[in-house]
């Protein structure tokens, strides 16, 4: 069975920068799994975030960045703001009409 | 505004069955596969199932809910379902329907809706 990690969680002051990683228990992430990111507050839906691995969705701020970092896909905020802190999960595609989502990252802003 | 708007939840015991369904509007919804995700209280969110586009004659399911779940959609009404059955404890979740694009990602969510089973 297919795994996706995730830090599960991570502090940053405001006006720092954080990357938040995704990666597989085996194997290497790569483009061809089409990362997505997507970030949740308590209550609500989630809000799609980065998608294609690096292509920001619409309307969301660009300090938020998506890359491959090594073997993981990665999300960077540069330039924390109060309403970051959230859930940030990452979503992979695996080809065949099957998704995965990782265990999630708490991202704490102070 | 494309709107999706999830209904049907509620409680139900272990063993039972229950339809959800999510109501689109504002998009051309026959052109869009549909998927659904869930989040058990207090844990991440958890792929479910998904419908293509057009007549939906594709469907995929999670390890977990295979052969348990059956995910439809009526475009007349522009509507997609979820068909819950022999539910346990497990299942107990917020249910969103959410929009695929392009097989790639999920690109406009509901707001969910609440399923409770009880043992």
């Known amino acids: 069975q297919t795994v996706v990690t995730q830090e599960p969680s991570f502090s940053v002051p405001p006006g720092g920068t954080v990357t938040f990683t995704c990666g597989l228990t085996?194997?290497?992430?790569?483009?061809?799994?089409?990362p997505s990111w997507y970030q949740q507050t308590p209550g609500q839906a989630p809000r799609t975030v980065i998608y294609?691995?690096?292509s920001r969705f619409y309307g969301v701020p660009d300090r938020f960045s998506g890359s491959i970092l090594g073997n993981k896909a990665a999300l960077t905020i540069t330039g924390a703001q109060a309403d970051d802190e959230s859930d940030y999960y990452c979503?992979?595609?695996?080809?065949?009409?099957?998704?995965?989502f990782g265990g999630g990252t708490k991202l704490t802003v102070l | 505004e494309e709107l999706l708007v999830e209904s049907g939840g509620g409680l139900v015991q272990s063993g039972g069955s229950l339809r959800l369904s999510c109501a689109a509007s504002?998009?051309?919804?026959?052109?869009?596969?549909m998927s659904w995700v869930r989040q058990a209280p207090g844990k991440g969110l958890g792929w479910v199932s998904v419908?293509?586009?057009?007549?939906?004659?594709?469907?995929y399911y999670a390890d977990s809910v295979r052969g348990r779940f059956t995910v439809s959609r009526d475009n007349s009404k522009k509507t997609l379902y979820l068909q819950m059955d022999s539910l346990s404890a497990e299942d107990t979740a917020i249910y969103f329907c959410?929009?695929?694009?392009?097989?790639?990602?999920?690109?406009?969510w509901g707001q969910g809706t609440l399923v409770t089973v009880s043992s």
């Open positions: 979503m992979l595609y695996l080809g065949r009409g099957i998704w995965v």
């Open positions: 419908i293509d586009s057009g007549s939906g004659v594709a469907t």
């Open positions: 959410a929009r695929v694009y392009s097989w790639d990602h999920f690109d406009l």
């Open positions: 294609s691995t690096k």
């Open positions: 504002g998009f051309a919804f026959t052109s869009y596969t």
């Open positions: 085996s194997g290497s992430v790569t483009s061809n799994y089409y």
